[in-house]
């Protein structure tokens, strides 16, 4: 199962980061690897990258979008497709920094039909992976 971060990059870095991905996939490792002897220079880093997302909107724009799945649930905060037919098991957890999706397959339906928007940079650390969004789905 992979684990990919969402996060909502300010307008003015994805303008600028937009053809270096690789640029701004370093620095956000850096951000997630940090020690807490650099906590605060990281925090001001934090702040100039990543807009932040509005949690509620986002939790009931993805359950107003698949209540009426087959394979949907909903439980403590948490988005879930288990579907053993297709075969997916896909979980997605909003955070106001960023989003949480585990997945065992490459393009989770979750993925693929709300979370599309230009800004939205995803990295999965473990298997050193990361792209757009919007560039992952076309």
Do not use: Q
Not at 5 to 28: H, Q, S, V
Not at 66 to 95: A, C, G, Q, S, W
Request: glycine residues 0%; aromatic residues 22%.
């Amino acid at each position: 199962m992979r684990t990919f971060y969402i996060f909502k990059i300010k307008k003015e870095m994805a303008i600028i980061t937009r053809d270096t991905p690789y640029n701004l996939y370093r620095t956000i490792e850096h951000l997630y690897y940090v020690d807490e002897y650099n906590m605060g220079v990281s925090f001001k880093l934090y702040n100039d990258i990543f807009s932040t997302f509005n949690k509620e909107y986002v939790d009931k724009k993805i359950y107003s979008l698949f209540r009426n799945y087959k394979y949907y649930i909903y439980d403590n905060e948490k988005h879930m497709i288990i579907n053993k037919y297709r075969p997916e098991n896909t979980y997605l957890k909003v955070y106001k920094s960023h989003i949480i999706l585990k997945s065992d397959i490459i393009k989770p339906t979750l993925l693929l039909n709300y979370l599309m928007s230009e800004d939205l940079f995803v990295c999965d650390f473990k298997n050193k992976d990361y792209f757009w969004l919007n560039e992952f789905v076309r």
